[in-house]
């Protein structure tokens, strides 16, 4: 199936969901025009990928490490570091929010609640066992949505 089917499922995380919704309550259709003209650069972008993946078996800090000065890698790895801090902290801020629309607890004391108990999960669970856990949560998010 490939690389675009994980990252398509990939990108269904809080902050994703969260910021279809407000798009979608507050433009309706009005921006799905936008598809036709993204989906030929995501197309780009995931075969690029695959493709650079697939021939020389590495990551892609890797490939910029063997082709490219350090300036640059750095500055790709900070770059990555960058959007992955900030799409966590929207995820945490996302799922604050929904639990917030149900619970009349102060946002800031969810956001630290979910913080805790993910970084508590990863540091003292097992990967399997902690991906279990959250495809049961999904499953249960789900059945109540």
């Known amino acids: 199936m490939g690389p675009g089917i994980?990252?398509?499922?990939?990108?269904d995380d809080p902050s994703g969901i969260?910021?279809?919704s407000q798009t979608g309550s507050e433009f309706g259709y009005g921006q799905l025009w936008t598809a036709l003209l993204l989906l030929p650069f995501m197309t780009a972008i995931q075969e690029a990928c695959a493709r650079i993946g697939a021939v020389t078996g590495k990551g892609i800090a890797k490939v910029i490490k063997e082709n490219y000065s350090k300036k640059i890698l750095y500055g790709a790895v900070a770059l990555v570091v960058l959007a992955n801090t900030i799409n966590i902290g929207a995820d945490l801020g996302a799922m604050a929010s929904a639990l917030h629309l149900v619970l009349p607890v102060n946002f800031i004391i969810l956001t630290l609640l979910f913080t805790v108990i993910i970084l508590l999960l990863e540091i003292f669970t097992s990967y399997k066992k902690y991906a279990?856990?959250?495809?049961g949560w999904r499953f249960h998010f789900w059945l109540i949505l």
Do not use: E, V
């Open 132 to 135: 279990k856990i959250l495809n």
């Open 18 to 20: 969260a910021t279809y």
């Open 6 to 11: 994980i990252t398509g499922a990939a990108d």
